[in-house]
């Protein structure tokens, strides 16, 4: 037996629970000295505390019901600088019902997003607008558990306290990749997108639907080994020995990268190939032919889930709990459709 690992080991408010046959939200009762706690039940959680040496963190000193006015975002910073209009939607609506925004950015990090979380609930935040899909399992029960009103943006994770604001990509890919199968074009590739696991496999949703519809089976996930530093340089490779009527990025970083690997190994986009970027922006503009692409709708998704918490902090039974929005494909250079 390894001790020293083991002395090692963080007691945490689960460890507490477990010890005391409890649920967490009663540790966090008796912590916070709640009137609520039968006193037999507070003796026994006291006592798994004093014999695990817990010392509450900040996530178990947060616990308050006093109103802040004060809402945590929570955003991954490799997406910076895409969340710009999403902030601008999520402050404009705040700023008319008097809520501050407290922003929490982070990396890849568990640990970190322990931390972040322990911030959030210690500073007392109403509610939680989460755009991150490296939250772990762990982490979103121990918001729930907390209670606090949460908004899901880009994530489908059902709970009572929480709803969803998402832009209807699936739905949408769906549609587009029917129309090019109804024109008897089944010949489409969609890039593997490591960066982006979570809206990946949404869009593989929405292409694989579509093919399902036409009794057929999507096998066209074009994955980017390892070993490669970028997309470019497998792409290149690839298409030295491939060409396909439809080619699908998720970003356009990729877009540009198959526009680049095609035009040197001699296929012309559009006149051989389609190409088509799923999430808009300015650069998919920028390069010639200017790319196809969905129309992102950033602003309102930051405006709509800033004001799906209004609703939830306000009391208002939520009886819907998902909130799509549409992203309208728009054909340009780069697409013959």
Do not use: W
Not at 287 to 306: C, E, H, K, Q, W
């Amino acid at each position: 037996m390894n001790t020293f690992n083991d002395e090692k080991k963080k007691v945490t408010i689960y460890s507490v629970a477990h010890e005391a046959g409890v649920s967490l939200a009663t540790v966090s009762r008796v912590i916070n000295d709640s009137s609520l706690v039968k006193e037999e039940t507070k003796k026994k959680v006291e006592d798994a505390i004093v014999r695990l040496g817990y010392r509450p963190n900040a996530v178990a000193q947060g616990l308050a019901l006093k109103k802040t006015t004060v809402i945590a975002l929570v955003i991954p910073d490799s997406s910076f600088l895409y969340m710009g209009k999403i902030i601008n939607g999520l402050l404009d609506v705040a700023k008319i019902y008097k809520y501050n925004i407290m922003l929490h950015t982070s990396s890849s990090s568990i640990n970190e997003m322990d931390e972040i979380i322990d911030n959030i609930v210690k500073s007392r935040a109403d509610g939680v607008i989460v755009y991150n899909d490296v939250l772990t399992e762990k982490q979103i029960s121990t918001l729930k558990t907390y209670q606090v009103p949460l908004v899901y943006i880009g994530h489908d994770i059902s709970s009572i306290n929480s709803c969803n604001v998402f832009v209807s990509y699936k739905r949408e890919v769906s549609d587009l990749i029917t129309k090019y199968l109804n024109r008897g074009i089944s010949d489409i590739v969609f890039v593997e997108d490591k960066k982006n696991e979570l809206m990946m496999n949404y869009v593989l949703e929405g292409i694989n639907e579509a093919f399902s519809k036409e009794n057929k089976q999507f096998d066209g996930l074009i994955r980017i080994p390892d070993y490669y530093k970028n997309s470019y340089g497998y792409l290149n490779e690839y298409f030295t020995s491939h060409q396909h009527k439809v080619v699908i990025t998720l970003r356009d970083s990729q877009a540009t990268a198959v526009l680049n690997a095609c035009s040197k190994n001699g296929i012309r986009i559009p006149e051989d190939t389609d190409l088509i970027c799923v999430i808009d922006s300015r650069y998919n503009e920028m390069v010639r032919p200017t790319i196809s692409s969905f129309d992102n709708p950033a602003y309102d998704l930051g405006a709509l889930a800033m004001r799906v918490m209004t609703k939830m902090l306000s009391g208002e039974q939520m009886l819907k709990k998902e909130y799509p929005l549409s992203c309208p494909y728009r054909g340009k250079d780069s697409t013959k459709l």
